[in-house]
């Protein structure tokens, strides 16, 4: 069988074997914007697009496990970092941020990050007891250090 994919259709096409049906399928797809799964049109199962990673600017290889079914692209883990921000408040919100009442401080700071309301651009970290914690729950060597930027 010929793979068509990218270099027959171009940028913006992507082909995948599907692991589950075996059919070679052809899809206008971007992976930065999409990521690399997609869903089979022919038996609806997940469609894993594991040439790409090889395409990707990262270049990360591809890892995929049919049997525990991960992948390096699809796990997500949650790593703790402080974020220095400028908010975008109103009057009112300045007034309950600034003033005396904590409660009322508290719930205005967690709605405003919520509705997207701030810009990174501050001393930013990540501590390296947060470094040393990570690499105890997911198995890994990271260097346990200070990591600190200026966004």
């Not at 038996?43 to 697009?49: A, K, T």
């Not at 220095?84 to 109103?90: C, E």
């Not at 009057?91 to 990174?120: C, N």
Request: charged content about 30%; overall charge negative; proline content about 4%.
């Amino acid at each position: 069988m010929v793979k068509m994919g990218r270099d027959f259709f171009g940028p913006g096409f992507v082909t995948e074997l599907c692991q589950h049906c075996g059919h070679e399928i052809t899809l206008l797809w971007d992976t930065t914007i999409l990521g690399f799964e997609a869903v089979c049109p022919v038996c609806g199962s997940r469609l894993m697009l594991c040439d790409e990673c090889r395409h990707a600017a990262e270049n990360w290889p591809c890892d995929y496990n049919r049997e525990t079914n991960s992948c390096c692209r699809r796990e997500r883990r949650r790593l703790w970092m402080r974020l220095g921000v400028s908010l975008a408040v109103s009057r009112y919100e300045e007034a309950a941020i600034l003033g005396d009442d904590s409660e009322l401080a508290e719930k205005t700071l967690r709605k405003l990050p919520a509705e997207g309301r701030f810009t990174p651009d501050g001393d930013s970290d990540i501590p390296g007891g947060v470094v040393l914690a990570f690499n105890k729950e997911h198995g890994t060597g990271y260097s346990v250090r200070d990591i600190s930027l200026d966004v």
